[in-house]
């Protein structure tokens, strides 16, 4: 199944007390690259989350982002800096009597200056909260990879409908060799006539200057092989793995063949024609741009 390399999926969700919010984006890239941005504490879930997604995604430029609640039922130990807090009572009344303003020292006032209380919260069971945030990444994931697909049919439908249009001008490419001979053999024997006076002329001359401007021109195996790529394609385009780097390889050669056909033809007709298909390889090419 062909995925477009753009997504999204976010979801929100409350696990084993805890509030928890898990979103995800993507745009193209020619590798899986993730960015992470985590509440505060939780940092331990970035390489988990680069596992598990990395078993769903092989290419694109991820942004996710993953906000925790603590549990209400978490323990937590407040310690004073008593020393600290004996230095600010001391410095707060050696003020008062300084400048001989009332001496309103009190706990509440002391309570101020935050930095003499220490927190300890109880460490957090790692495996536990993976657990909890998978259930909702589980969730975000499932809508961010279905965006994907349903993006990637219609980058699919569009390389194919190219790719048939590609194929029908080869087919007329094909059929004008045979009238680009024909043609090349009337001007000669014409000009032949206008040299010589007359339509006396060595025949086998002829027949071989013809079968060596025919061979020239041939294009034969540029189109087979240009017929070969095209179905290889089409191929890649119903397999269910990572196409997006096989078809840019694909789309390089099929240009190739192109170019080729283009020197080789020397006709106006054929090169119009080639203007075409390599129109459509280039519409091609900036499609796969953002398929997986």
């Known amino acids: 199944m062909v995925r477009s390399m753009t997504g999204f999926g976010r979801a929100e969700l409350t696990v084993d007390g805890r509030d928890i919010i898990f979103e995800i984006r993507s745009v193209n890239h020619r590798f899986f690259e993730l960015n992470c941005r985590i509440t505060r504490g939780f940092n331990f879930l970035e390489e988990k989350i680069k596992s598990y997604l990395k078993e769903k995604i092989k290419r694109g430029k991820v942004d996710v982002f993953i906000s925790l609640s603590q549990k209400e039922d978490t323990e937590c130990i407040v310690k004073v800096n008593k020393s600290l807090a004996a230095g600010y009572i001391n410095a707060l009344k050696s003020l008062a009597l300084e400048y ?125 092989r240009l017929r070969s790529h095209l179905l290889q394609l089409n191929n890649l385009l119903d397999s269910d793995t990572e196409i997006g780097r096989k078809i840019d390889f694909i789309i390089q050669e099929m240009n190739r063949e192109a170019n080729t056909i283009g020197s080789k033809a020397n006709d106006s007709e054929v090169a119009h024609k080639v203007v075409e298909i390599k129109s459509e390889i280039e519409k091609i090419r900036e499609q796969i741009q953002n398929i997986e």
Request: aromatic fraction near 6%.
């Open 100 to 224: 001989d303003i009332a001496d309103d020292v009190s706990v509440s006032s002391v309570a101020g200056y935050s930095d003499i209380f220490q927190v300890h919260k109880t460490p957090e069971d790692e495996d536990e909260v993976w657990a909890s945030v998978k259930q909702v990444a589980d969730t975000a994931l499932a809508d961010f990879l279905k965006m994907r697909e349903v993006e990637g049919e219609r980058l699919k439908a569009d390389v194919v409908s190219r790719l048939e249009r590609i194929l029908s001008i080869v087919e007329e490419v094909e059929l004008t060799a045979p009238q680009r001979v024909q043609r090349y053999e009337t001007r000669l024997k014409e000009r032949i006539i206008e040299l010589l006076g007359s339509a006396d002329y060595d025949e086998q001359r002829l027949i071989t200057e013809v079968a060596l401007f025919a061979d020239k021109v041939a294009i034969d195996e540029e189109t087979v």
